[in-house]
């Protein structure tokens, strides 16, 4: 059996304005921001109005196309390109996606400002920020395709975070597969980590899978451990901010203690991510820069406060998961299936990254 799963979009661009869905409202309310200039793109990615590894990506890329028309449109020299690249550099630091489209489209800008006309100079911005938001589309569905020979017919799978439609273009990654997996006809279950304290997992995950009807169960995050041990889940699967040469690899708060259970109790456990989140000039995880968000988010939830005022709360957003505790990491160019310096090497060699 084939089923038909529904797309969702979590952007839009129109008249050279971005349209987001406002994620900090989900699930209690659908709402499209514009984000009409540089700054309004760099307070989205940093408020975590749009969040996600690859998304973050390709609304960087839209930004900067938007901040160079700005600064054409406001008579200002281009000069000022690089304050529109350092604004929205200095977001977020540890998914390296951002790093890698913003970096992408100054080479571009670099290469065209001397060559185009100001109107000619903004619609190639665009046409390769729109470029790079469709490779991350086509790539999730690979993705999608090598990772779900990997999901058994029947399983119950454990995933964190939010790594679907509205963490990237529109399919996902980890929880691509598990789309893929499904709309394959497999029989899944899906076990949604909350996510504290921003809960991607209940806020996000669990609305995209009530979009698509997906059987889901939402789970806390400390109850992973006791549902393993029961042998009630058959595979995890998580995405990726950020994988080392070594191939270790950054994600949500929280994925290192599930990797360390699937190790404990055998199980497999799978990293899905485009081949943009690779990062082979950083040698391994504890060169990454992790994101260290402000207090309030554990200390509130939504408008009400749940620990005293004089409490600190530590807030470390993502952590890092060694190698050896990955049991594959899935790409739209294949899975790598040794986790190792010299073999993400040779996989990424050899077709042409
Ligand atoms: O803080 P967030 O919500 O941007 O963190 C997102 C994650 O950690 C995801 O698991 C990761 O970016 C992969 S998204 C396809």
């Given at each position: 059996m084939v089923r038909k799963i529904k797309d969702i979009r979590p952007i839009e661009l129109k008249d050279y304005k971005l349209y987001v869905?406002?994620?900090?409202?989900l699930p209690l309310e659908e709402q499209w921001l514009e984000l009409s200039t540089y700054g309004d793109v760099a307070k989205a990615i940093k408020d975590m109005i749009i969040r996600g590894a690859p998304l973050i990506g390709i609304v960087g890329a839209y930004g900067f196309a938007i901040g160079i028309k700005q600064l054409i449109d406001e008579g200002k020299p281009l000069d000022e390109a690089e304050k529109v690249l350092e604004t929205l550099k200095n977001?977020?630091?540890?998914?390296v996606n951002l790093f890698w489209a913003l970096d992408r489209m100054w080479k571009k800008f670099e290469k065209w400002k001397n060559e185009k006309s100001p109107d000619e100079l903004i619609k190639a911005l665009f046409k390769e920020a729109n470029r790079i938001d469709l490779e991350d589309y086509h790539a999730n569905k690979s993705i999608g395709g090598y990772g779900q020979v990997l999901i058994p017919e029947k399983a119950n799978v454990l995933t964190h975070c939010n790594t679907g439609a509205l963490a990237t273009s529109g399919w996902g990654t980890a929880l691509g597969v598990i789309r893929s997996a499904y709309e394959d006809g497999k029989d899944i279950t899906v076990y949604v980590d909350?996510?504290?304290?921003?809960l991607q997992g209940a806020r996000l995950t669990a609305w995209e899978l009530v979009q698509e009807g997906i059987p889901h169960y939402l789970i806390t995050d400390n109850s992973a451990g006791f549902l393993i041990s029961k042998g009630l889940i058959d595979v995890i699967i998580v995405g990726a901010d950020r994988i080392t040469a070594n191939g270790d690899v950054a994600n949500k708060i929280g994925t290192f203690t599930l990797s360390v259970l699937a190790k404990e109790f055998n199980i497999p456990f799978y990293v899905a991510a485009?081949?943009?989140?690779?990062?082979?000039?950083?040698?391994?995880?504890?060169d990454i820069p992790i994101e260290v968000r402000n207090e309030k988010e554990i200390k509130e939830c939504g408008s009400c406060k749940?620990?005293?005022?004089e409490t600190k709360a530590l807030n470390y957003s993502f952590d890092i998961t060694p190698a050896?505790?990955?049991s594959g990491i899935i790409t739209e160019k294949g899975i790598i299936n040794e986790i190792n310096k010299e073999s993400i090497m040779k996989f990424l060699k050899y077709r042409g990254i």
């Open positions: 869905i406002n994620q900090l409202k977001t977020r630091p540890t998914a909350e996510t504290r304290p921003y485009p081949t943009t989140t690779f990062d082979l000039n950083t040698e391994s995880g504890k749940i620990a005293p005022e050896e505790n990955i």
